[in-house]
């Protein structure tokens, strides 16, 4: 049985994303916050991109491609993502998207097939943990889908990106995950030139 | 000529302090925070008490005291602290209190004087750095005053003390640093059992 992983680049006054007042501020903080991501030859090869870098970034990318069976994410990601992610989008396995909205499987190349669950987060990660076997599921994002699941208690470990610039205003990645302390375990430091890989366990 | 340099236990989400509508619930946030640094040798010697662990955290704690000839605080921390710190406080060097509360200077024993700042976060900083000399100044806290510093440009260095526990609610260290993204550049990662030490300078 694999684990529950949610992975995302936060700055380190814990944004996920720029402000939110329209598409392009929003993927100016996206893209400053993966900027440590792209050169990489394990970002580069589920792309369809050829050569890259091989550092320790790399292999903390590797490692979380290689565990990965499904992928669970929110409908905003999937809305933002589903015209720029094209015909092979780089996921290359199923991806469950939680919303409100009704719709066929959709197929396409290269392995990744989109999933839309309309009965909540925890009927989505059912089918994606189903969907993934013995791999991970990752949790993709956003930030609303990330704080359901650690209210509802169902993320195993948390690894995150961090990155050194606040970005001062965008989308916090913990804003709303109650007022109970949730405690966690500190599993793995991992420090590069532009990023520290920081993994938690959920504390049980 | 010293640094300027913030220092805090922060929680992975981002708080230094528990929900702010009590002391009783702020102070429970700002303990669970400190936890890692009450059993120190180097937090328990100028608190008068013998003993304590020597790792690794002890050796960035001693290494902090040791650098430090003045420190700044805003007035809420020292309204908070000015009891329970009694009449040989912890701090053996001379601390500026940015206020709006002109005051005469506070001589306690042990080397701390308190000097109240009437005239700004500028003024405070000119101050404890002529004091300070060679040595750092240690910004202390809170989150106001590290904010004004951030806009203004008089931070050097910040060093964050990780916690992994995500609290929920409370003082957000930064929550008003400005619109635009201030970059840093992570200059150490030490990481232990309970607390990751990461080590920020300001690019410039």
């Known amino acids: 049985m694999g684990k529950v992983i949610a992975e995302m680049s936060m700055s380190l006054d814990g944004f996920i994303t720029g ?3 329209s598409a392009e501020s929003l993927f100016a903080g996206v893209d400053r916050l993966h900027q440590w991501i792209y050169g990489l030859a394990s970002w580069r090869a589920p792309h369809g991109l050829e050569g890259g870098e091989t550092n320790a970034d790399d292999e903390i990318m590797a490692e979380s491609w290689q565990n990965t069976g499904a992928i669970l994410m929110g409908h905003r990601m999937f809305e933002h993502g589903e015209e720029p992610w094209g ?35 925890a009927s989505a990660m059912e089918q994606a943990k189903a969907a993934a076997g013995d791999k991970d599921v990752s949790v993709a994002g956003g930030a609303n889908v990330i704080q359901q699941l650690l209210r509802a208690g169902l993320l195993d470990e948390i690894q995150l990106h961090l990155i050194p610039v606040l970005l001062g205003t965008g989308t916090r990645l913990f804003e709303d995950t109650g007022s109970d302390p949730i405690e966690l375990e500190c599993t793995r430091v991992v420090a590069s030139a532009n990023v520290t890989h920081l993994r938690f366990r959920a504390a049980t």
């Open 87 to 121: 015909d092979n989008p780089p996921f290359h396995v199923p991806v469950f998207v939680v919303t409100h909205h009704a719709r066929e499987p959709l197929v396409k190349a290269g392995g990744t097939t989109f999933f839309f669950v309309t009965d909540g987060v």
């Open 19 to 21: 402000p939110t007042d």
